[in-house]
């Protein structure tokens, strides 16, 4: 009598255990339009799948996906930029409004870049740049509004710092913005424009970061993975993936420009990356289930 109790136990505990899974089913993912942040969730996606996980991945502002956080609509965020976020960190997740999982990614750079012959114009400095005022048209090129780097921007530009108070910052797209650019380099025209690392521009154009803005952007950076407050023990299975979960510069890298060169979709340069370096998947699965409790292992090498 005492066995069946046992094993009744067992059986009530496992079933529960399902039962948390399948409510953890459909994770919630959210994409600001950044290729890098388009790759590591290309990534978490095809992993999630094979495991037996429906990820849902949407597109929203930097702004949106901290206020989706803290309000339970958005349970997973890849692309936690610091310290370039650091205004979202002070106000979301110090506070425990949104919890820093895990570090995923270290050694960034996000900062204002320019040409390489503007950068042998003279300009190496935030404080180069309004002595080239007339040939910058007074203008920097940002990102999409509300992204964190364009509010550090127009701090700079409401407080005048570098003599940049007369300057605008223009706000678009990161393709939009990397247009213009390749418009300017084609004419070598003076711009200025938010860059970073790992990126395929720092392939595709002959660019030099700007030193002096340390205080708004930091001199490196690490990228984190945020989830909305008490996920990881709702969903502990998918918590230990994504605290699992790591990246290197050249990997991202490395899927970017095969989705830029070979006009690939993310989920087709993840899959290939992840085909091309298996053993990657040792380190990302290790203590994973599926979904219906397996190894996750071997049911996502099956996907390849």
């Known amino acids: 009598m005492q066995k069946l109790t046992v094993v009744l136990s067992l059986v009530v505990l496992s079933s529960a255990q399902v039962y948390a899974d399948t409510r953890c089913e459909t994770v919630k993912m959210a994409d600001p339009g950044w290729s890098d942040i388009a790759a590591t969730n290309a990534i978490t996606s095809f992993l999630l799948t094979g495991m037996g996980y429906q990820p849902k991945v949407d597109t929203l502002a930097v702004p949106i996906t901290f206020g989706g956080l803290k309000d339970g609509q958005v349970d ?34 996000f900062t204002l870049a320019v040409p390489d012959y503007v950068w042998e114009a003279g300009v ?108 990881a023990q709702a969903c502990p299975n998918v918590g230990k993936l994504l605290t699992n979960l790591s990246f290197t510069q050249a990997m991202e890298n490395s899927i970017m420009a095969d989705v830029a060169n070979n006009k690939v979709s993310n989920a087709q340069a993840a899959k290939a990356w992840i085909k091309a370096n298996p053993a990657v998947l040792d380190q990302w699965l290790e203590g994973v289930k599926t979904l219906d409790g397996q190894e996750a292992l071997p049911a996502v090498k099956a996907k390849l």
């Open 124 to 231: 190496h400095d935030f404080a180069d740049l309004n002595k080239f005022a007339d040939k910058f048209d007074k203008k920097i090129y940002g990102i999409g509004s509300g992204a964190p780097a364009n509010i550090s921007l127009q701090e700079i530009i409401k407080k005048n710092d570098f003599d940049l108070g007369q300057w605008k910052l223009i706000e678009s797209s990161e393709q939009a913005m990397l247009a213009e650019v390749s418009r300017a380099v084609k004419k070598q025209r003076f711009i200025t424009f938010l860059g970073w690392t790992p990126h395929p521009m720092n392939v595709q154009l002959k660019m030099r970061y700007l030193k002096g803005g340390e205080q708004y952007f930091g001199a490196t950076g690490s990228v984190y993975t945020l989830t909305r407050k008490g996920y």
């Open 76 to 109: 997973v965020f890849l692309g936690n930029w610091m310290p370039a976020q650091q205004g979202f960190y002070d106000k979301f997740v110090a506070n425990g409004d949104v919890v820093q999982l895990a570090k995923n990614l270290e050694g960034t750079e």
